[in-house]
T-cell receptor, first 113, second 115 residues
């Protein structure tokens, strides 16, 4: 079964600094991978997705992620973080068989002024 | 993205009563809907998968007689918490999908408090 690991439980960055959230996956075949964000008091929002094709994926709110098979990673990046980016971020593998999303612990992003 | 609504957004009920939560897909016909619960400062836990016109598939450890799911149409699914107890207090979130291999779009959640 496919699984992902987000090694960083909590990250703090300064506003305007660049951001990279790590996601490592374990799966034999090419996985479906998603990044979702859950902001305080708001619902979960899809940032971007990778199914196949171009390994650099552009998402909403200025986020991007790169699928690197050699490193088994799908890290989320943003060149300049805004205070409103403070939230919980989830890297999630999708299942082509069931359509389920199994959430892990996520990474909490704190943005300091 | 897609717009998903949940109703109510919050509800308080007395122990022993039942509560129904609605999830509506406003933008497209959702082949599949999912129900999650989330405890404070914890991640989401999948409760069940619901396909229109079929019985829901529950995750291990989730009582199907306690959490009744009905997916009557391609735009509406309901979760009924029967004989609610304080330990059922949680944040319940639904999501919708066009099917396997597609992304999910989430509702804003329903806060249930059982007194």
């Amino acid at each position: 079964a496919q699984s992902v690991t987000q090694p960083d439980i909590h990250i703090t960055v300064s506003e305007g600094a660049s951001l990279e959230l790590r996601c490592n996956y374990s799966y034999g075949a090419t996985p479906y991978l998603f990044w979702y964000v859950q902001s305080p008091g708001q619902g979960l929002q899809l940032l971007l997705k990778y199914f196949s094709g171009d390994t650099l994926v552009q998402g909403i709110k200025g986020f991007e992620a790169e699928f690197k098979r050699s490193q088994s990673s799908f890290n989320l990046r943003k060149p300049s973080v805004h205070w409103s980016d403070a939230a919980e971020y989830f890297c999630i593998p999708g299942s082509s068989n069931t359509g389920k999303l199994i959430f892990g612990q996520g990474t909490t992003l704190q943005v300091k002024p | 993205g897609a717009v998903v609504s949940q109703h109510p957004s919050w509800v308080i009920c007395k122990s022993g009563t039942s509560v129904k939560i609605e999830c509506r897909s406003l933008d497209f016909q959702a082949t599949t809907m999912f129900w999650y619960r989330q405890f404070p400062k914890q991640s989401l836990m999948l409760m069940a998968t619901s396909n229109e016109g079929s019985k829901a598939t529950y995750e291990q450890g989730v009582e199907k007689d306690k959490f009744l799911i009905n997916h009557a149409s391609l735009t509406l699914s309901t979760l009924t918490v029967t004989s609610a107890h304080p330990e059922d207090s949680s944040f319940y979130i639904c999501s919708v999908s066009r099917g396997r291999g597609y992304e999910q779009y989430f509702g804003p959640g329903t806060r249930l408090t059982v007194t």
